[in-house]
């Protein structure tokens, strides 16, 4: 069993940075394909970015790139994303997930592992 816990979601103005974390327990986290994904309300849940387990692949959904950036620290378990020039289009609850087997980055269904959540909120 993998626990995930995010943090650093929270309010911020449109243009501003939040800074997202998420904390695993898996001894083999570095193994993991470990990604983020975010849910609006009303909305289904979307691809937000991923990145392999060296780090050495990143991928992101057209509506981020440029403006945030995964990365991961294996020695400390814990996948970061840095969100940068943020939209109100941006609000939503942001998920880390984990990946053990291989598989499209992009699915959610891929993906074996959830955290509780962390929400962002954009205002004007």
């Known amino acids: 069993q993998v626990q995930l816990v995010e943090s650093g979601g929270g309010l911020v103005q449109a243009g501003g940075s939040l800074r997202l974390s998420c904390a695993a327990s898996?001894?083999?986290?570095?193994?993991?394909?470990m990604g983020w994904f975010r849910q609006a309300p009303g909305k289904e849940r979307e691809f937000v970015a991923a990145?392999?387990?060296?780090?050495?692949?990143?991928y992101y959904a057209d509506s981020v790139k440029g403006r945030f950036t995964i990365s991961r620290d294996n020695a400390k378990n814990t996948v970061y994303l840095q969100m940068n020039s943020l939209k109100i289009d941006d609000t939503a609850v942001y998920y880390c997930?984990?990946?053990?087997?291989?598989?499209?980055?992009?699915?959610?269904?891929?993906?074996?592992?959830w955290g509780q959540g962390t929400q962002v909120t954009v205002s004007s």
């Open positions: 990145i392999r387990w060296s780090g050495a692949w990143t």
């Open positions: 997930a984990a990946q053990i087997s291989s598989g499209s980055a992009y699915y959610t269904r891929n993906y074996d592992y």
């Open positions: 898996a001894r083999t986290f570095s193994s993991y394909t």
